[in-house]
């Protein structure tokens, strides 16, 4: 007579927190899952968000396969809880033809409110069941009841992408061709490296391409021939090495340059560089092993409702502002709506998200409130999970300065990068 399989079921509560969920889901693979959520947090498609994040980690479609189940409750009432816990496991059992004793219930009681949390565990109490805490930020979980037999803590391998971060706090990344700008990235990275190491000779001739570039930064292609003053040695190298065509009459310090840019070339030109500077050095963090993850020049909109202080586009970079960016940001031009935001180099270690912000160029206070809400859009998503860093290559203002402090890369520092920022994150 064969055996009938145990299945296990993995109640999951639903809260504005997503990863301990989703930790608990990849470490069980259950059979099926249950989630116990709220209107609240279903208007802001919280469950829809973990059960895209499971997909893309490939840990199969539950919707499609009749896995899923989901149960919404009062969030403050025991009652009513219980009441809709014992209905839903009543019509389940008899749809499925499961015999209680067949099911083992994985009870996840890290999120979702104290009194959902408390009915959960008094419910599942007399069902074959394990009770798990997911201690935040910590990747690993503990079993806490029954008290006799609590042990050791589990730990939990799974280590999110920055992607799958996002969109489990159900954000949609816009960009189309992010393996391109990768690449772009990469093949530019010794120059761009070099314009770190000279910044302070090339600083004149950077300010006057943003001058003559800056209002051209959404264009397909674009023909720069004009004059430049009194070049350096640096300026001329950097100017040859980017392919510009030279020439100045003899006896003159007025060089005429020529090149057509592409709309890529022009962003980096703008500002871009710096961008691509910090995505690199960011990658060999994660070719080391100390990040799980790196990406540069994020178009994010969020793909729920979510009630928000920063839904008003205030977020946004209009054509013209300084700091441009580069050809990463190409493909979700012409997208934007009120919920778009665009982030310089977003990354992941260990579950948590960090955000570095990236500014070549002096700023407005118009550029500083605009890269401040950025900053608490972020947090506002993920809470104080996020942790923001600014590299300058410029004195940032006194408003970026008291924000960022001690996060601050300046440009005496952008050299060791890579160094600085392990450091702040080890701290």
């Known amino acids: 007579m064969e055996i009938e399989a145990m299945s296990r079921v993995l109640v999951s509560l639903v809260s504005e927190q997503p990863i301990p969920n989703i930790l608990a889901i990849h470490h069980f693979k259950p059979d099926e899952l249950l989630f116990i959520s709220t209107q609240k947090m279903e208007a802001q498609g919280k469950t829809s968000s973990i059960l895209e994040t ?29 009441q809709r816990l014992d209905k839903w496991i009543n019509e389940w059992i008899n749809k499925s033809g ?31 069941n394990k009770m798990i805490y997911v201690p935040i930020p910590k990747n690993e979980f503990i079993v806490p009841f029954p008290k006799k037999s609590a042990g050791q803590p589990t730990a939990l391998d799974l280590r999110l992408k920055a992607i799958e971060y996002l969109t489990a706090y159900s954000l949609k990344v816009l960009n189309k061709k992010l393996d391109t700008c990768r690449q772009e990235a990469k093949e530019r990275k010794e120059l761009s490296k070099w314009m770190v190491e000279n910044y302070n000779q090339i600083e004149n001739l950077l300010r006057w391409l943003y001058s003559k570039l800056g209002n051209h930064r959404n264009k397909k292609n674009f023909e720069l021939t004009d004059t430049f003053d009194n070049p350096t040695q640096e300026e001329r190298e950097f100017l040859g090495r980017f392919g510009f065509s030279l ?16 709309k890529s070339q022009i962003r980096y030109l703008t500002g871009g560089w710096l961008e691509e500077y910090c995505f690199n050095s960011l990658l060999e963090l994660h070719e080391q092993g100390f990040i799980d993850d790196v990406q540069i020049g994020l178009h994010l909109e969020k793909s729920h409702e979510q009630e928000s202080d920063y839904d008003q586009g205030q977020l946004s970079r209009q ?9 990463c940001r190409q493909a979700a031009e012409g997208q934007k709506s009120n919920n778009e935001n665009e982030y310089d180099c977003l990354f992941t270690k260990d579950n948590a998200l960090y955000f570095v912000e ?6 407005d206070k118009g550029e ?3 890269t401040l809400y950025k900053i608490e859009a972020l947090q506002q998503n993920f809470g104080l999970k996020v942790k923001s860093f600014l590299a300058t290559a410029s004195p940032p203002s006194e408003d970026l300065a008291k924000r960022f402090k001690p996060e601050i890369i300046s440009r005496s520092e952008l050299g060791q990068l890579k160094e600085k920022i392990a450091q702040k994150i080890r701290a």
């Open 98 to 128: 499961k015999g209680k004793e067949k099911v083992e219930f994985v009870v996840n009681l890290t999120c979702g409110t104290k009194i959902m949390s408390f009915a959960a565990y008094e419910f599942f109490r007399d069902y074959n």
């Open 54 to 82: 499971l997909k893309l980690l490939e840990l199969g479609d539950y919707q499609k396969d009749n896995k899923l189940h989901k149960i919404l409750v009062q969030e403050d009432s025991i009652l009513d809880c219980y």
């Open 358 to 363: 990236c500014k070549s160029l002096p700023q």
């Open 319 to 327: 054509p013209g502002q300084p700091e441009g960016k580069s050809g």
């Open 247 to 262: 020439s100045n009459e003899e006896g003159s310090q007025r060089l005429t340059i020529s090149k057509e840019l592409t």
């Open 368 to 370: 500083t409130k605009s």
